[in-house]
C-alpha cells in the first residue's frame, strides 16, 4: 500500500469495503499501521478471504479462539495436495 502522506489508516481501514483489504501487504508492517485492518476483520469479517494478493489467494483467520480451532484440527484444516490445498 503507497499511502501518501498524512493518510489515515483508521478512516481508510474503518470504510474500505472488505474485499478490498489485504492484510499481506508489508507496508502495514513496515509502516506500523497494520492495527485498524486487523480490527476491522475481526470485527466484520473474522474469517476474511482476499482472493487476489501478490501471494496469491488466501484465507486471513484473525480471531484467537477461530485460529486455535484450526491449528488442532489439521486434518480438517490443512493447505497439503493430499486434501486439495495448496501445498
Known amino acids: 500500500m503507497n499511502a501518501p502522506v498524512g493518510f489515515d489508516h483508521h478512516t481508510h481501514a474503518a470504510t474500505a469495503p472488505l474485499e478490498t483489504i489485504d492484510v ?13 485492518y486487523f480490527a476491522r476483520l475481526r470485527r466484520d469479517d473474522p ?6 494478493s501478490p501471494y496469491g489467494p488466501y484465507w486471513s ?10 491449528e488442532v484440527n489439521h486434518k480438517a484444516f490443512s493447505s ?8
Open 47 to 52: 474469517v476474511h478471504r482476499v482472493a487476489d
Open 61 to 70: 483467520i484473525t480471531k484467537y479462539k477461530d485460529i486455535i480451532r484450526l
Open 24 to 36: 499481506s501487504d508489508p507496508l502495514l508492517y513496515r509502516d506500523d499501521v497494520w492495527q485498524p
Open 80 to 87: 497439503s495436495w493430499t486434501l486439495a490445498g495448496s501445498g
